[in-house]
Structures are given as structure tokens and as C-alpha cells.
């Protein structure tokens, strides 16, 4: 082996080397051994046997133990050879890494700083790059330095390539949230015009966010609100019932004329005319009829009503809780 040192040549040469070769009398041992282990063949071990066939296995257990330890002993002895030469390597490896690593250390200095100039132009293209996209800090943020962008081999050319389909897809992702949120917005839109307490499309969403389908989202607002306005509606049938069901008082009878007292004009309150266009069948109509009679209101038509302002709002909110259609004219 050859080393090239300041255009000097320095060759490895091992001077001597000498093979281990172990030669012991083994023949002999063998024959020793195939005597001694034949008067211990086929013993079999019985309650009146048990002491002898213990101390024959003691006698077999002191053969072996010498084979052992004359096997490691030799062993040890003809690794130190080795142990030597690898201590004695080791050596001059040390003397080159001690020169070695301070080279090594401001190499690595150099390759750092390289790769933090780099990271540096690289996450400058991708703000330009979440810009041109329109990213939001959501899907942005996913947008991380890849390590094998840092390595000298790969150009920027790759390293822009690589962000912007990464976020093509992002964009691809983003649009399909703002699509789903729209669809969550216009499925709660479908009953909060008829709800007293609407549905809120933004805790809605937060389903979307923890990774629900927006399908099942979707069916969940509808059961939540044919709920509610089942609730409501119940309610307000209640309430109209009870007015319904307000018995008329009697008229006090005087034994004497009694001169009304008349009240203040702001007493009275002021004469309203309302018009509203009814869809009635023949059944509202004449609950309504009912309705318009317990609210104290006048009507030339079950449409034409005149009242106080307070009576024609009582009118409105009961027309209201009984889901009848009706396009407003002037209430």
C-alpha cells in the first residue's frame, strides 16, 4: 500500500509476519481420551447408580475443563502479536487526525454557512411563491425547507420547481376548505330565516377543521335544524292556542247608565290600516278570523286590518309563529 505525502512516497510494508501455526499433541490426547470416555458409555442413571454416574460426570467435567483452559491460554498468547500491531496502528492513525480535524471542523464551518446563504434565497422564493398563489398562513406553513434542498448538487432551478407544485396542491387544498365552509354557510342559510335561534355556521366548520367529511357535516346541520324548528314550531302552535283559547270576558252589566270616561288621545293610541296579501285555505282563513277578533282588530277583508300599532304587531308576530305565507304591503 502507497501514500502520496507532499509528492513524496511513502510505502506500508509489513517487515515480518509470521503465521500462527499451533502444533500440540492431539493424536495422543485422542487416543488418551477414547480410552478413558469408553468406561463411561451407556451408563444409565438409577436410584442405586445416582452417586457413581454424579462423580462420573465430575471426572468427565475436569477433562473437559482442561481442554478449555489450555485452548484460551495458547489463544491469548498468540493474539498479543496482533493486539500490538493494532496499537501500534492506531498510533499513527492519531497522528494524521490530529491534523486532520482542524481541516475537517472549518470545512464543515464552510458547508454550514453555504447552506444558510442558500436557505436564506430559498425561503425568499417561497414568500414570492405563496404570493403568486395566494396561500393563507394555514396552508403556507406547510411549506418547509427540505434538507436535500440544501445539498450543493441540487439547483434552484429543481428547488423552485419542487415549491411550486407543492403549492399547486396546497392552492388545490385551500380552495376545496373555502368550497366546503361556502356549502356549511348555505345548508345553516336554508333554515335561520325560519329560526328563532339560528345556527352558526362557523362552529359548523370547526367540524371541517377537526376532519370531518363536509358531506356528514352537511347532514348533521339539516337533522339539527328540522330539529329546532320542530321545537319552535311546537312552541309557537302552543302559543297561538293559548290565545286562541282565551276565553272572551263577559260584559259588565250596570244597573245604571255609566257615562264613559274618554281617554287621552295618547291613550287611544293612533288608528293603523295594515294590507297584506294571505295565502289562507278555507281552514285558516277561519282560524284567522278567530285570531284577528281576539287581538280586538277591525278588517273589511281577512287582508285589511286597522288597529293601535300595538295590535297590528301582536298581528305579526302571530302570523309569523304560525309559518302562514304572506307577502307584506304596508305592516
Not at 478413558?36 to 447408580?49: F, P
Request: aromatic letters at 4%; one cysteine or more; hydrophobic letters at 35%.
Amino acid at each position: 500500500m502507497k501514500s502520496f505525502v507532499g509528492g513524496s512516497v511513502v510505502e506500508l510494508q509489513v517487515l515480518q509476519q509470521s503465521i500462527p501455526v499451533v502444533e500440540f499433541n492431539k493424536e495422543d490426547l485422542r487416543v488418551f481420551l477414547e480410552q478413558q470416555l469408553e468406561k463411561y458409555k451407556n451408563l444409565v442413571v438409577t436410584v442405586d447408580t445416582e452417586k457413581d454416574c454424579k462423580k462420573a460426570k465430575a471426572e468427565l467435567g475436569k477433562l473437559e475443563t482442561a481442554i478449555e483452559t489450555f485452548r484460551k491460554d495458547t489463544k491469548k498468547q498468540l493474539s498479543e502479536p496482533i493486539a500490538q500491531f493494532e496499537k501500534d496502528c492506531k498510533e499513527l492513525v492519531a497522528l494524521i487526525q490530529e491534523v486532520k480535524k482542524p481541516i475537517d471542523t472549518q470545512l464543515k464551518e464552510i458547508e454550514e454557512q453555504r447552506k444558510a446563504e442558500k436557505e436564506v434565497l430559498i425561503r425568499e422564493e417561497i414568500e414570492k411563491i405563496v404570493l403568486e398563489y395566494g396561500l393563507d398562513e394555514k396552508h403556507s406553513v406547510q411549506i418547509q425547507v427540505q434538507a436535500s434542498w440544501l445539498n450543493k448538487t441540487t439547483s434552484m432551478n429543481k428547488i423552485i420547481t419542487d415549491i411550486k407544485n407543492l403549492a399547486e396542491t396546497l392552492k388545490i387544498a385551500q380552495m376545496s376548505v373555502a368550497r366546503n365552509r361556502e356549502l356549511v354557510q348555505k345548508a345553516c342559510e336554508v333554515y335561520n330565516p325560519r329560526l328563532k335561534t339560528p345556527l352558526d355556521p362557523m362552529s359548523w366548520s370547526e367540524l371541517l377543521e377537526a376532519g370531518q367529511e363536509v358531506n356528514e357535516v352537511i347532514a348533521k346541520i339539516h337533522v339539527e335544524g328540522q330539529r329546532r324548528l320542530g321545537v319552535e314550531l311546537k312552541e309557537d302552535e302552543q302559543a297561538v292556542e293559548e290565545i286562541l283559547n282565551t276565553p272572551i270576558p263577559e260584559p259588565v252589566v250596570h244597573e245604571e247608565d255609566v257615562e264613559p270616561i274618554p281617554l287621552c288621545r295618547e291613550a287611544q293610541g293612533q288608528v293603523l290600516k295594515a294590507v297584506l296579501e294571505l295565502h289562507l285555505d278555507d281552514d285558516q282563513k277561519e282560524g284567522f278570523e278567530r285570531i284577528i277578533t281576539k287581538c280586538g282588530l277591525k278588517h273589511r277583508r281577512v287582508d285589511v286590518f286597522e288597529g293601535t300599532a300595538a295590535q297590528l304587531n301582536t298581528l305579526k308576530s302571530i302570523i309569523a309563529s304560525t309559518g302562514i305565507k304572506y307577502v307584506k304591503v304596508n305592516l
